[in-house]
């Protein structure tokens, strides 16, 4: 085990030399593609930034007023019977719009439920099997001027939907 530790420890620094020396053995000006690269970042970050500030005020507005909870409660009695707790129709919910804010309600699944409990599991499992959809859409779609979505959601919705029924059977088999 120590030795994949040491390995990761070591892997991203010998990754950024062989970038610098493939980058000087090509004759490219590395730092200046560097800069050149930063600054993009930057005008994207700015150009993204009013679409995270409102999913986020959006996402803490539906928390603070207890729309969530009461999304649990509606729902929750439908999805008890197919197998999935409607404790997590809140946080299946919210992923698909901020994975920060379900981050914080895993932490208070976790303290209700514990981490080694069924409800907790599906928990984990389905935070890692699941996109954050409209953040996602909305952040890179803008950035990249894509007006035509397609299928897009179509398919993310139905790959959320997998992953929640694939957590759902996974932490019953664990």
Known sequence: MNVLANISNIIIPLLIFYIIAYGIAEKVEVYEDFIKGAKDGLITVVNIMPTMIGLMVAVGVLRA???????????????????????????????????????????????EYGTDSRMGLITSLMMSCTETIFYT?????????????????????????AGTVASVILAGIM
């Open 65 to 111: 007023s207890g729309f969530l909870d009461f999304i649990g409660r509606l729902f929750g009695q439908l999805t008890e019977k197919i197998g999935f707790p409607g404790e997590l129709v809140p946080l299946s919910f919210i992923k698909m719009f901020s994975s920060s804010a379900a981050t914080g309600l895993v932490l208070d699944i976790f303290k």
């Open 137 to 161: 859409m909305s952040v890179y779609f803008m950035a990249a001027k894509v007006s035509k979505t397609r299928f897009t959601l179509t398919g993310a919705l139905l790959s959320t939907l």
